[in-house]
């Protein structure tokens, strides 16, 4: 069985991880970001979408240094990828008055 511990520490560190990944990924995927909000729902989510992927796939990698740098670039991944298929969809285009 897998622990899985929920503190406030680990909660900051997803919400931070996942606003940098969205922060980046949004740029790169779209060329704009999506706002403060924005940016972490599509961060967070991503690093969901990349870790069931890397799993799915069975990709395993770790960069040296602290586990955060993997769980940045798995973030990363993973929101650029949802972005790219919301971006084929519609959405994320910035609508000009």
Known sequence: MIEIRLDVDTIL????????AGALASRV?????????????????????GGILAQVFR???????????TAMVVAFVGAVILLFILRMLGFGRRHEA
């Open 59 to 69: 990709i395993n990698f770790a960069i040296s240094g602290h586990p955060i740098i």
């Open 29 to 49: 995927a779209l060329g704009h970001g999506l706002g403060l909000l924005g940016d972490l729902i599509a961060g967070v989510l991503g690093a969901f979408i």
């Open 13 to 20: 560190i997803w919400i931070l991880v996942g606003l940098l």
